[in-house]
């Protein structure tokens, strides 16, 4: 069936939602792409010609990149010119027809195209606007660019990542980015909440920066420097201000990475036992803590000798939590991921048959789905211009022809 005029078939808990993206990249798109995994109608408006950038990162198969598969699915995607002023005029219809507006553009763009927070109001007082920015709309930067790298460095997390004696790290991929659009789509549904319980609801702002999602999830760092005057820092695989007995990744004989963690007395006492140790030496939190380096030593010579295979069989008989360290090709051959039915295969025009996470969470009684690939750059003109907010076909080709859309 074609991608074209699908639906989403009234799958996933926020069918009938209308959303529309002024927003590129990752942060803001992944965002309106939690919404859709759950059935919104969102619409992700970008430039003609040349699209979201998102379009060109990554790598390609046969010219077609594979990470807009992803970040683009389950949306739909409209071309659209804020320069020209038929374009910010098309830009505010699409504005009074949705529920949610994600935007990711700078303080003096948005206020320059009429997609800041006043004009989102004055033309729907019962919008909720999601506004990511690389420093938030109230500081004294808000017109200053940002990446979600720079979100990680200034959040604190990057500080704390690494080993003592070596560089701050930041993760592999766009964490920052990501924490930052999980966070705006909880913001986007506890404004929606209010707005289907309170009568006088008058439209929200979620003024969002780069560096605060990851600054709240690491709970402990202020209440620490506040009250004890010290700056948590590196501590490798621990946590750096709650270190526990054993945390810590292992290469078995086979060359592979086994992570070895504990939480528990008891769970400390069973690495003890696995590893020969007498348990009445780690009974107590004091004990345990004082014996780290010794069971850290023990495990990384005993997992040393052995096989990954026959670590994690002995780790499970033991009741120690471990796993092996999972690349892609290991996540793709998983039985769990299989049992969980994380990944599913979606048709795509280009590729055909493709591979890719499925909705998370999951949801057992009105599951949302994967109906579509990220789609071609202005896929859907016609349906969301002409169908869905009236456009007429002479206008819509008048647009067309004028480089509008």
Known sequence: MSNEHRDTGGHGQLHGLKVVEFAHVVAGPLAGSMLADQGADVVHVEPPGSGDAARAMGPKKDGHPLWFKVAGRN?????????????????????????????????????????????????????????????GATSSQADAPGFGKMGEARSGAVHLTGFPDGPPVHTGFS??????G???????????????????????????????????????????????????ERAGNQLAVAPAAVINTFSSRDGEWITVTSATLRSVRNIARLLGLPEEEFATAEQQHAGRRQLD??????VAERTTAECLEEFTRNEVVASRVFSAADIAADPIYA??????????????PVRMQAV????????????RTGPALGQDN??????WLGLGEQDLADLEKNGVV
């Open 382 to 387: 016609h349906l969301v211009y002409s169908e």
């Open 339 to 352: 049992e969980r039915e994380d990944i599913v295969t979606v048709d795509d025009a280009d590729l055909g």
């Open 297 to 302: 030593e023990g495990l990384r010579a005993w």
């Open 360 to 371: 998370i969470p999951h949801f057992r009684q009105n599951p949302g789905q994967v109906w």
């Open 75 to 135: 949306k739909r995607s409209v071309t659209l010119d804020l320069h020209h002023e038929d374009g910010r005029a098309l830009a505010h219809r699409l504005l009074a027809w949705a529920d949610v507006v994600i935007v990711t553009l700078r303080a003096g763009r948005l206020r320059s195209w009429g997609l800041d927070w006043e004009a989102v109001h004055r033309i729907n007082p019962k919008a909720v606007l999601l506004q990511v920015s690389g420093f």
């Open 175 to 180: 964490h920052g980015d990501a924490v930052t």
């Open 182 to 232: 999980l966070m705006g789509a909880y913001a986007i549904l506890a404004a929606l909440h209010r707005r289907d319980h309170d009568p006088d609801f008058d439209g929200e702002w979620i003024d969002l920066a780069l560096f605060e999602p990851l600054f709240r999830l690491v709970e402990w760092q202020v209440i620490v420097h506040d009250q004890l005057g010290t700056v948590p």
